[in-house]
């Protein structure tokens, strides 16, 4: 329901993208939303490192699936990521897989997107500063992604060296919680003795990383390969409309436009990503009717195609679980 209110309150934008994939190459659109394809399984075995890391085995195949399911809640009901990490808890309860494991796994998977988007990001900074074209607005969202990045690994570290301090903190974020949903909810929204429960798994998890740190570099490579693939796509829906760039807009805009993917209040970035990339487009000297037909394309790709995808999975997931109980508790 949630993801059918969410094409019924974007029908406007949703035509708008029509009418600039008809006005493309069929056939490299296809490619686009191919190497998008590509982009999700690319998902899953970046999850199947992580999950190996952990030391659960799980295939890849099947992440794909989750992930996907994960991207569409946190989509279509917008909630700082809490709802796409339930998918995976959900998944890892009936393959009993460690709760605080899986955690870790989610966590190191946001952080590795990212350090490898900063990354992106540094040579973004570079090309608009040499056509003077970084403003305010850029400047303060990638402090802002910054911030995230640093608070994420401070609590990874800070659960690795003391799951004592770790508790420590979750309580403090739990009581924080609890203050501000009491007034509407009338009561404790979460427990205290869970939080500290919850610290003990995902210090264990951490402490599964210790001498594995070479581990490491394989889901760091798969993030900085999707940011090639993302780069790739983008490329492609200048290539659709026959529009002349250079490699220093497509990494510019890749830069911007993933930056308020990430930062903006609405998920995936709707309606900021749209104004973000067009705008910086056309500040790279693109003409402004081209930059809204690249936009409104790559947005087709890299957002409502991989939405569809993740409804899908959902399904697929539900599927999934129906022949498990079935061979479980047979007839």
């Not at 911030?147 to 009581?175: H, M, N, P, W």
């Not at 003795?193 to 919850?198: D, F, I, R, V």
Request: proline residues 3%.
């Amino acid at each position: 329901m949630l993801g059918i209110l969410l094409v019924l309150f974007s029908l406007s934008e949703i035509q708008d993208i029509t009418k600039a994939l008809e006005a493309g190459n069929l056939y490299l659109l296809l490619a686009g939303f191919l190497i998008q394809l590509i982009w999700l399984l690319n998902l899953g075995i970046t999850f199947k490192h992580l999950y190996h890391l952990m030391g659960i085995k799980e295939k890849s195949s099947h992440l794909f699936w989750v992930a996907s399911a994960a991207n569409f809640i946190n989509v279509v009901a917008p909630s700082a990521g809490i709802g796409g990490i339930a998918i995976f808890l959900d998944d890892a309860k009936r393959h009993n897989h460690s709760p605080g494991h899986v955690t870790i796994v989610g966590v190191l998977f946001v952080l590795f997107d990212y350090v490898a988007f900063l990354c992106f990001l540094a040579l973004g900074w570079i090309v608009l500063i040499r056509r003077n074209n970084l403003n305010p607005g850029e400047i303060t969202a990638s402090f802002i992604l910054l911030g995230l990045a640093v608070g994420l690994a401070f609590i990874l570290y800070l659960g690795y060296k003391s799951r004592e301090r770790l508790a420590r903190l979750l309580v403090r974020l739990t009581r924080i919680i609890n203050r501000v949903l009491k007034p509407i909810l009338h009561r404790s929204y979460l427990k205290e003795e869970n939080a500290e429960l919850y610290a003990l798994e995902l210090s264990d998890g951490l402490h599964a990383i210790r001498g594995r740190k070479k581990d490491l570099i394989w889901p760091f490579l798969f993030s900085l390969n999707n940011k090639a693939i993302l780069l790739v796509i983008l490329a492609i829906c200048f290539f659709t409309f026959q529009i002349p760039f250079s490699f220093g807009t497509l990494v510019a805009g890749l830069s911007i436009g993933y930056l308020f993917v990430i930062v903006s209040p609405t998920p995936a970035g709707l309606g900021f990503v749209e104004g973000a990339l067009t705008i910086t487009l056309n500040s790279l000297r693109v003409p402004l009717g081209s930059a809204v037909l690249i936009t409104l394309t790559y947005r087709a790709i890299t957002f409502w195609f991989p939405l569809a995808v993740g409804a899908l999975a959902l399904r697929v997931l539900k599927f999934k679980k129906k022949i498990r109980l079935n061979e479980e508790n047979p007839a």
